[in-house]
Protein backbone atom coordinates (compact mmCIF):
# COMPACT_ATOMS: atom_id res chain seq x y z
CA UNK A 1 0.00 0.00 0.00
CA UNK A 2 1.16 3.40 -0.71
CA UNK A 3 0.37 6.48 0.83
CA UNK A 4 0.02 9.46 -1.34
CA UNK A 5 -1.33 13.18 -0.29
CA UNK A 6 -2.26 15.21 -3.70
CA UNK A 7 -1.21 19.08 -2.72
CA UNK A 8 -3.27 20.54 -5.27
CA UNK A 9 -3.71 24.67 -5.48
CA UNK A 10 -6.68 23.86 -7.86
CA UNK A 11 -8.40 20.67 -8.07
CA UNK A 12 -8.44 20.39 -11.77
CA UNK A 13 -6.68 19.57 -15.35
CA UNK A 14 -3.65 17.09 -14.76
CA UNK A 15 -3.99 16.91 -11.47
CA UNK A 16 -7.51 16.20 -10.89
CA UNK A 17 -7.28 13.33 -13.15
CA UNK A 18 -4.83 11.65 -11.28
CA UNK A 19 -6.29 12.09 -7.91
CA UNK A 20 -9.51 10.23 -9.92
CA UNK A 21 -7.69 7.90 -10.70
CA UNK A 22 -5.56 7.09 -7.82
CA UNK A 23 -9.05 6.93 -5.62
CA UNK A 24 -10.01 4.28 -7.32
CA UNK A 25 -6.64 1.73 -6.84
CA UNK A 26 -7.23 -0.42 -4.20
CA UNK A 27 -3.10 -0.63 -3.61
CA UNK A 28 -3.41 3.70 -2.75
CA UNK A 29 -4.37 4.81 0.26
CA UNK A 30 -5.15 8.99 -0.82
CA UNK A 31 -5.51 12.56 1.09
CA UNK A 32 -6.38 15.38 -0.99
CA UNK A 33 -5.37 18.89 -0.23
CA UNK A 34 -6.39 21.92 -1.92
CA UNK A 35 -6.29 25.67 -1.84
CA UNK A 36 -10.16 25.86 -3.14
CA UNK A 37 -12.05 22.60 -1.71
CA UNK A 38 -15.06 24.60 -0.60
CA UNK A 39 -15.11 26.00 -4.30
CA UNK A 40 -14.11 22.62 -5.74
CA UNK A 41 -17.37 20.99 -3.92
CA UNK A 42 -19.88 23.17 -4.93
CA UNK A 43 -18.94 21.98 -8.81
CA UNK A 44 -20.65 19.57 -11.12
CA UNK A 45 -17.18 17.30 -11.23
CA UNK A 46 -16.94 16.57 -7.60
CA UNK A 47 -20.34 15.16 -7.90
CA UNK A 48 -19.68 13.09 -11.15
CA UNK A 49 -16.49 11.96 -9.94
CA UNK A 50 -17.41 11.29 -6.41
CA UNK A 51 -13.93 11.25 -4.45
CA UNK A 52 -13.92 8.47 -1.71
CA UNK A 53 -10.97 10.30 -0.62
CA UNK A 54 -10.74 13.04 1.98
CA UNK A 55 -10.60 16.59 0.26
CA UNK A 56 -9.32 18.92 2.98
CA UNK A 57 -8.98 22.90 2.29
CA UNK A 58 -5.21 23.81 2.62
CA UNK A 59 -5.71 26.95 4.35
CA UNK A 60 -8.11 24.98 7.20
CA UNK A 61 -6.07 25.09 10.71
CA UNK A 62 -6.67 21.55 11.15
CA UNK A 63 -5.38 20.58 7.99
CA UNK A 64 -1.62 20.08 8.37
CA UNK A 65 -2.68 18.19 11.96
CA UNK A 66 -4.45 15.60 9.11
CA UNK A 67 -1.66 15.52 6.71
CA UNK A 68 1.15 14.82 9.11
CA UNK A 69 -1.05 12.00 10.46
CA UNK A 70 -1.70 10.42 7.48
CA UNK A 71 1.87 9.90 6.77
CA UNK A 72 2.58 10.16 3.15
CA UNK A 73 4.84 8.20 1.16
CA UNK A 74 4.82 10.51 -1.55
CA UNK A 75 3.62 14.26 -2.32
CA UNK A 76 2.21 15.16 -5.74
CA UNK A 77 1.59 18.69 -6.06
CA UNK A 78 1.34 21.40 -9.40
CA UNK A 79 2.29 24.44 -8.13
CA UNK A 80 2.80 25.25 -4.81
CA UNK A 81 5.22 23.20 -3.17
CA UNK A 82 4.00 21.12 0.00
CA UNK A 83 5.56 22.65 3.44
CA UNK A 84 8.17 20.29 5.10
CA UNK A 85 6.61 17.10 6.78
CA UNK A 86 4.20 16.81 4.34
CA UNK A 87 6.14 13.95 2.50
CA UNK A 88 9.98 12.83 2.35
CA UNK A 89 9.55 12.23 -1.42
CA UNK A 90 7.69 15.07 -4.55
CA UNK A 91 6.17 14.32 -7.78
CA UNK A 92 5.60 17.80 -9.32
CA UNK A 93 3.29 18.42 -11.90
CA UNK A 94 1.98 21.31 -14.29
CA UNK A 95 -1.23 23.25 -14.63
CA UNK A 96 -0.96 23.10 -18.95
CA UNK A 97 1.61 22.37 -21.07
CA UNK A 98 2.04 26.47 -21.86
CA UNK A 99 4.36 28.38 -24.37
CA UNK A 100 5.92 30.89 -20.87
CA UNK A 101 9.03 30.14 -19.38
CA UNK A 102 9.36 30.58 -15.34
CA UNK A 103 12.01 32.92 -14.30
CA UNK A 104 15.25 31.97 -13.06
CA UNK A 105 14.29 33.96 -9.50
CA UNK A 106 11.18 31.67 -9.64
CA UNK A 107 13.46 28.46 -10.07
CA UNK A 108 15.78 29.53 -7.26
CA UNK A 109 12.56 29.51 -5.22
CA UNK A 110 11.61 26.59 -6.60
CA UNK A 111 14.45 24.46 -5.69
CA UNK A 112 14.78 25.89 -2.29
CA UNK A 113 11.39 24.56 -1.40
CA UNK A 114 12.01 21.35 -3.09
CA UNK A 115 15.26 20.54 -1.03
CA UNK A 116 13.29 21.94 1.95
CA UNK A 117 10.49 19.14 1.36
CA UNK A 118 12.38 16.25 0.86
CA UNK A 119 15.97 16.58 1.45
CA UNK A 120 17.35 17.05 -1.90
CA UNK A 121 18.84 20.00 -4.24
CA UNK A 122 16.14 18.44 -7.58
CA UNK A 123 19.22 19.19 -9.89
CA UNK A 124 20.71 16.10 -8.30
CA UNK A 125 20.13 12.76 -8.94
CA UNK A 126 18.51 11.40 -6.33
CA UNK A 127 15.20 8.98 -5.44
CA UNK A 128 12.83 11.50 -3.47
CA UNK A 129 11.72 14.25 -6.68
CA UNK A 130 9.93 13.01 -10.16
CA UNK A 131 8.49 16.19 -12.43
CA UNK A 132 5.89 15.47 -14.66
CA UNK A 133 6.88 15.89 -18.55
CA UNK A 134 4.20 15.80 -21.34
CA UNK A 135 6.46 15.10 -23.93
CA UNK A 136 9.72 15.64 -25.52
CA UNK A 137 9.73 19.34 -25.51
CA UNK A 138 8.52 20.49 -21.78
CA UNK A 139 11.41 17.29 -20.83
CA UNK A 140 14.00 18.28 -22.65
CA UNK A 141 13.73 22.42 -21.63
CA UNK A 142 13.46 21.07 -17.83
CA UNK A 143 16.69 19.46 -17.98
CA UNK A 144 18.22 21.70 -20.01
CA UNK A 145 16.91 24.89 -18.71
CA UNK A 146 15.63 23.96 -15.11
CA UNK A 147 19.06 21.48 -14.69
CA UNK A 148 16.77 18.69 -13.77
CA UNK A 149 18.21 15.55 -14.14
CA UNK A 150 16.88 13.54 -17.08
CA UNK A 151 15.97 10.69 -14.74
CA UNK A 152 13.73 13.12 -13.45
CA UNK A 153 12.07 13.88 -15.67
CA UNK A 154 9.76 10.86 -16.94
CA UNK A 155 7.73 11.68 -20.07
CA UNK A 156 3.83 10.50 -19.06
CA UNK A 157 1.98 12.70 -20.96
CA UNK A 158 -1.26 14.50 -19.90
CA UNK A 159 -3.10 13.02 -17.44
CA UNK A 160 -6.13 15.13 -17.82
CA UNK A 161 -7.02 13.31 -21.69
CA UNK A 162 -8.26 10.85 -19.75
CA UNK A 163 -11.11 13.04 -18.44
CA UNK A 164 -11.12 15.13 -21.53
CA UNK A 165 -11.74 12.38 -23.98
CA UNK A 166 -14.01 10.28 -21.40
CA UNK A 167 -16.02 13.01 -19.26
CA UNK A 168 -17.68 12.04 -16.32
CA UNK A 169 -20.94 14.23 -17.70
CA UNK A 170 -21.73 15.61 -20.45
CA UNK A 171 -22.71 18.65 -22.01
CA UNK A 172 -26.30 19.32 -21.30
CA UNK A 173 -25.48 18.08 -17.43
CA UNK A 174 -23.14 21.17 -17.39
CA UNK A 175 -25.30 23.47 -18.98
CA UNK A 176 -27.59 24.08 -16.32
CA UNK A 177 -24.53 25.83 -14.37
CA UNK A 178 -24.00 28.91 -16.70
CA UNK A 179 -26.41 32.00 -17.17
CA UNK A 180 -25.99 31.93 -20.90
CA UNK A 181 -27.48 28.74 -23.60
CA UNK A 182 -24.90 26.87 -24.11
CA UNK A 183 -27.32 24.20 -25.47
CA UNK A 184 -28.56 26.65 -28.42
CA UNK A 185 -26.06 28.96 -28.55
CA UNK A 186 -22.58 28.32 -30.31
CA UNK A 187 -20.07 29.60 -27.37
CA UNK A 188 -16.66 31.38 -27.72
CA UNK A 189 -14.65 30.60 -25.18
CA UNK A 190 -11.86 33.52 -23.98
CA UNK A 191 -9.44 32.86 -21.76
CA UNK A 192 -6.83 35.32 -20.73
CA UNK A 193 -3.41 34.68 -18.94
CA UNK A 194 -2.52 37.00 -16.36
CA UNK A 195 1.31 36.77 -16.80
CA UNK A 196 1.73 38.66 -19.66
CA UNK A 197 0.32 42.30 -18.66
CA UNK A 198 -2.41 42.71 -20.88
CA UNK A 199 -3.27 41.21 -24.57
CA UNK A 200 -2.36 43.82 -26.49
CA UNK A 201 -1.30 47.39 -25.67
CA UNK A 202 -2.79 47.55 -22.20
CA UNK A 203 -6.01 47.39 -20.19
CA UNK A 204 -7.76 49.56 -22.42
CA UNK A 205 -7.04 47.71 -25.46
CA UNK A 206 -8.06 44.62 -23.81
CA UNK A 207 -11.51 45.76 -22.47
CA UNK A 208 -11.96 47.12 -25.92
CA UNK A 209 -11.43 43.50 -27.16
CA UNK A 210 -13.69 41.97 -24.62
CA UNK A 211 -16.43 44.60 -25.93
CA UNK A 212 -15.99 43.98 -29.45
CA UNK A 213 -16.08 39.94 -29.10
CA UNK A 214 -19.26 40.81 -26.87
CA UNK A 215 -20.45 42.73 -29.93
CA UNK A 216 -19.19 39.92 -32.87
CA UNK A 217 -20.91 37.42 -31.06
CA UNK A 218 -24.22 38.81 -30.37
CA UNK A 219 -24.59 39.80 -33.91
CA UNK A 220 -23.53 35.89 -34.78
CA UNK A 221 -26.37 34.63 -32.06
CA UNK A 222 -23.36 33.12 -30.02
CA UNK A 223 -22.28 33.65 -26.84
CA UNK A 224 -19.13 34.90 -25.01
CA UNK A 225 -17.88 32.59 -22.02
CA UNK A 226 -14.51 34.52 -20.40
CA UNK A 227 -12.62 32.27 -18.02
CA UNK A 228 -9.86 34.25 -16.16
CA UNK A 229 -7.53 32.80 -13.62
CA UNK A 230 -8.46 33.95 -9.82
CA UNK A 231 -9.59 37.31 -9.59
CA UNK A 232 -6.82 39.03 -7.42
CA UNK A 233 -4.08 38.35 -10.57
CA UNK A 234 -5.84 40.94 -12.93
CA UNK A 235 -5.60 44.59 -12.02
CA UNK A 236 -8.49 46.46 -10.57
CA UNK A 237 -9.23 48.77 -14.02
CA UNK A 238 -8.96 45.89 -15.85
CA UNK A 239 -11.22 44.06 -13.60
CA UNK A 240 -13.97 47.16 -13.84
CA UNK A 241 -14.38 47.43 -17.44
CA UNK A 242 -14.66 43.99 -17.89
CA UNK A 243 -17.34 43.21 -15.57
CA UNK A 244 -18.97 46.50 -16.94
CA UNK A 245 -19.03 45.14 -20.66
CA UNK A 246 -20.35 41.50 -19.39
CA UNK A 247 -23.08 43.06 -17.11
CA UNK A 248 -24.69 44.53 -19.97
CA UNK A 249 -24.57 41.38 -22.37
CA UNK A 250 -27.10 38.94 -21.47
CA UNK A 251 -25.16 36.29 -23.73
CA UNK A 252 -21.81 36.61 -22.38
CA UNK A 253 -20.56 35.61 -18.77
CA UNK A 254 -17.62 35.83 -16.68
CA UNK A 255 -15.72 33.32 -14.34
CA UNK A 256 -13.18 32.97 -12.11
CA UNK A 257 -10.86 30.10 -11.50
CA UNK A 258 -11.13 30.98 -7.67
CA UNK A 259 -15.09 30.59 -7.80
CA UNK A 260 -15.34 28.06 -10.70
CA UNK A 261 -12.67 25.60 -10.77
CA UNK A 262 -14.16 22.59 -12.39
CA UNK A 263 -12.89 23.86 -15.97
CA UNK A 264 -14.01 21.01 -18.02
CA UNK A 265 -17.50 22.16 -18.24
CA UNK A 266 -16.02 25.19 -19.82
CA UNK A 267 -13.97 22.92 -22.15
CA UNK A 268 -16.71 20.93 -22.81
CA UNK A 269 -19.35 23.90 -23.73
CA UNK A 270 -16.72 25.59 -25.60
CA UNK A 271 -17.36 25.49 -29.78
CA UNK A 272 -14.07 28.40 -30.15
CA UNK A 273 -11.11 29.21 -27.94
CA UNK A 274 -9.56 32.59 -27.85
CA UNK A 275 -6.42 32.96 -25.97
CA UNK A 276 -3.07 35.07 -25.49
CA UNK A 277 -1.55 32.17 -25.15
CA UNK A 278 -3.14 30.18 -22.15
CA UNK A 279 -1.67 26.55 -21.63
CA UNK A 280 -5.52 26.04 -20.98
CA UNK A 281 -5.27 25.95 -25.13
CA UNK A 282 -3.12 22.47 -24.91
CA UNK A 283 -6.41 20.91 -23.34
CA UNK A 284 -8.55 22.62 -25.81
CA UNK A 285 -6.84 21.34 -28.43
CA UNK A 286 -7.54 17.43 -27.47
CA UNK A 287 -11.31 18.68 -28.81
CA UNK A 288 -10.24 19.20 -32.43
CA UNK A 289 -11.78 22.51 -31.97
CA UNK A 290 -10.86 26.07 -33.20
CA UNK A 291 -8.50 27.66 -31.48
CA UNK A 292 -7.30 31.56 -31.98
CA UNK A 293 -4.11 32.85 -30.59
CA UNK A 294 -3.74 36.56 -29.31
CA UNK A 295 0.06 36.88 -30.14
CA UNK A 296 2.23 39.91 -29.46
CA UNK A 297 4.64 40.91 -32.59
CA UNK A 298 7.94 40.29 -31.06
CA UNK A 299 9.54 43.21 -30.85
CA UNK A 300 12.17 43.17 -28.17
CA UNK A 301 11.52 42.22 -23.99
CA UNK A 302 8.51 39.91 -23.01
CA UNK A 303 6.43 41.91 -20.55
CA UNK A 304 5.92 39.82 -17.85
CA UNK A 305 3.49 39.89 -14.15
CA UNK A 306 4.42 38.12 -11.57
CA UNK A 307 2.95 37.61 -7.99
CA UNK A 308 4.91 37.92 -4.99
CA UNK A 309 3.26 36.60 -1.97
CA UNK A 310 0.36 35.56 -3.86
CA UNK A 311 -0.84 39.44 -3.07
CA UNK A 312 1.67 41.95 -4.90
CA UNK A 313 1.51 41.95 -8.72
CA UNK A 314 4.86 43.14 -10.20
CA UNK A 315 5.82 43.67 -13.90
CA UNK A 316 8.90 42.51 -15.04
CA UNK A 317 10.56 43.08 -18.93
CA UNK A 318 12.27 39.50 -19.59
CA UNK A 319 14.62 38.87 -22.80
CA UNK A 320 12.36 37.25 -25.75
CA UNK A 321 15.75 34.56 -26.27
CA UNK A 322 14.58 33.46 -21.92
CA UNK A 323 10.92 33.81 -22.36
CA UNK A 324 9.43 31.24 -24.39
CA UNK A 325 9.42 27.57 -23.31
CA UNK A 326 7.75 26.71 -26.71
CA UNK A 327 8.51 29.34 -30.08
CA UNK A 328 4.82 31.20 -29.69
CA UNK A 329 5.10 31.23 -33.76
CA UNK A 330 4.49 27.13 -32.88
CA UNK A 331 0.49 26.89 -32.33
CA UNK A 332 -2.06 24.75 -32.91
CA UNK A 333 -4.71 27.05 -34.61
CA UNK A 334 -4.95 30.91 -36.63
CA UNK A 335 -2.12 33.35 -34.78
CA UNK A 336 -3.60 36.96 -34.86
CA UNK A 337 -1.73 39.97 -33.53
CA UNK A 338 -4.68 42.72 -33.17
CA UNK A 339 -8.23 43.08 -32.03
CA UNK A 340 -9.61 43.19 -35.83
CA UNK A 341 -7.54 39.75 -36.57
CA UNK A 342 -9.47 38.25 -33.65
CA UNK A 343 -13.05 39.19 -34.86
CA UNK A 344 -12.10 38.15 -38.11
CA UNK A 345 -10.85 34.90 -37.18
CA UNK A 346 -13.61 33.98 -34.47
CA UNK A 347 -16.14 34.92 -37.33
CA UNK A 348 -14.30 32.06 -39.39
CA UNK A 349 -14.55 29.60 -36.76
CA UNK A 350 -17.85 30.25 -35.82
CA UNK A 351 -18.98 29.82 -39.64
CA UNK A 352 -16.85 26.36 -39.72
CA UNK A 353 -16.27 24.69 -36.61
CA UNK A 354 -13.88 22.41 -38.04
CA UNK A 355 -11.38 24.97 -39.25
CA UNK A 356 -8.17 24.60 -37.54
CA UNK A 357 -8.71 20.74 -35.93
CA UNK A 358 -5.33 19.46 -37.83
CA UNK A 359 -3.48 22.08 -36.31
CA UNK A 360 -4.13 21.16 -32.86
CA UNK A 361 -3.97 17.11 -34.11
CA UNK A 362 0.06 18.26 -35.20
CA UNK A 363 0.32 20.27 -32.38
CA UNK A 364 -0.18 17.63 -29.72
CA UNK A 365 1.98 15.18 -31.75
CA UNK A 366 4.95 17.29 -31.63
CA UNK A 367 4.48 17.93 -27.85
CA UNK A 368 2.32 15.21 -26.43
CA UNK A 369 2.61 12.25 -28.20
CA UNK A 370 1.23 10.02 -25.77
CA UNK A 371 -2.65 11.01 -25.06
CA UNK A 372 -3.49 7.50 -24.75
CA UNK A 373 -5.92 7.75 -21.54
CA UNK A 374 -2.61 5.99 -19.84
CA UNK A 375 -0.57 9.23 -18.05
CA UNK A 376 -2.66 9.01 -14.94
CA UNK A 377 -1.72 4.64 -14.49
CA UNK A 378 1.67 5.62 -15.23
CA UNK A 379 2.36 8.47 -12.99
CA UNK A 380 1.08 5.85 -10.18
CA UNK A 381 3.70 3.45 -11.32
CA UNK A 382 6.08 6.65 -10.71
CA UNK A 383 5.01 7.38 -7.01
CA UNK A 384 5.14 3.27 -6.80
CA UNK A 385 8.59 3.09 -7.70
CA UNK A 386 9.76 6.16 -5.59
CA UNK A 387 7.63 5.07 -2.44
CA UNK A 388 10.04 1.88 -2.62
CA UNK A 389 12.48 3.24 -3.07
CA UNK A 390 15.05 4.43 0.18
CA UNK A 391 15.35 7.99 0.77
CA UNK A 392 18.86 8.52 0.22
CA UNK A 393 20.96 8.40 -3.12
CA UNK A 394 21.33 7.58 -5.84
CA UNK A 395 18.37 7.64 -7.81
CA UNK A 396 15.34 5.36 -8.46
CA UNK A 397 15.18 3.24 -12.33
CA UNK A 398 12.10 5.90 -13.47
CA UNK A 399 12.15 2.44 -16.03
CA UNK A 400 8.86 1.28 -13.94
CA UNK A 401 7.18 5.01 -15.03
CA UNK A 402 6.45 2.98 -18.47
CA UNK A 403 4.99 0.24 -17.25
CA UNK A 404 1.22 0.12 -17.52
CA UNK A 405 0.00 -3.35 -16.20
CA UNK A 406 -3.53 -4.68 -17.66
CA UNK A 407 -4.41 -6.50 -14.60
CA UNK A 408 -4.90 -3.18 -13.05
CA UNK A 409 -8.41 -2.41 -14.35
CA UNK A 410 -10.05 -1.93 -10.56
CA UNK A 411 -8.21 1.31 -10.80
CA UNK A 412 -10.23 4.86 -11.62
CA UNK A 413 -11.56 6.74 -13.86
CA UNK A 414 -9.25 7.23 -15.82
CA UNK A 415 -8.96 3.79 -16.47
CA UNK A 416 -12.04 3.77 -18.72
CA UNK A 417 -10.65 6.12 -21.21
CA UNK A 418 -8.17 3.03 -22.50
CA UNK A 419 -11.00 0.57 -22.89
Not at 57 to 73: E, L, N, S, W, Y
Not at 161 to 173: F, G, I, Q, V
Not at 340 to 362: H, N, P, R, Y
Amino acid sequence: MIRVVVWATHLQTDILALAAHLDGCPDVALLIVAGDAAAYQREPIATALGLGAPVLGRDDPATMARVRAFAADVAVADNHVPPKGVAPRLFYMWHGLGWKARSKLDLAVFYRQVERLTGADPRRPNPNFLAQCYGPTDRAWRVRDWKLPAEACPEVGMAFASLLRAPPYDKRAAAGRYAIDVMNRKTVLLSITWHSGGVFDGDTADTDLVRRLIAATAAREANLLVCLHDRHRYSASFLAGLETAVADAPHAELRFKSDHPDNLSDLLVADVMVSNLSSFLAYHYVSGRPAIHLVRPRDGPVERVAMVLSRFRVRRKIAADSAWMIDPADTGGVQVSDIEGALQAVGAALDDSQSGGQAAVDWLARHVPRLDGNAPERIRQCLLAMSTAPVSLPPIDTTRCEQHFAGLSDCGPAKAATS
